[in-house]
């Protein structure tokens, strides 16, 4: 059984700083390629980063791009996303996600490109 966990939200307000984790556990490290996606209320499930089988490559929606950071530990088999700079529209509900074991990871950017996914965690960025 596949599951993923993800800790790290909270409230913080706008400028600051959140590391998000998703502890990933039934899919062997290394082996898939991960991402964050983000739900704001009343809006569809949208892609924020993406991250290959062994670190790359990386990839990010425009808004976040040179303020997030993705990255992954194949030792402990985590996930991670650094936000800094965060802004009152980054408020969403993040989740991570996975896929089946692949080498595949460029453009893997739709919800349907993932099999597996996290419960979310709340962040709420305020003014």
């Known amino acids: 059984q596949v599951t993923l966990i993800e800790s790290g939200g909270g409230s913080v307000q706008t400028g600051g700083s959140l590391r998000l984790a998703c502890t990933v556990s039934?899919?062997?490290?290394?082996?898939?390629?991960a991402a964050w996606f983000r739900q704001a209320p009343g809006k569809e499930r949208e892609f924020v980063a993406l991250?290959?089988?062994?670190?790359?490559?990386?990839q990010y929606v425009d808004s976040v791009n040179g303020r997030f950071a993705i990255s992954r530990d194949n030792r402990k088999n985590i996930l991670y996303l650094q936000m800094n700079y965060l802004q009152v529209d980054d408020t969403a509900v993040y989740y991570c996600a996975a896929t089946r074991p692949t080498r595949v990871a460029a453009s893997k950017t739709a919800v349907s490109d993932y099999d597996y996914w996290g419960q979310g965690t709340q962040v709420t960025v305020s003014s």
């Open positions: 991250i290959g089988w062994n670190g790359t490559p990386m």
């Open positions: 039934g899919l062997p490290a290394g082996t898939f390629t």
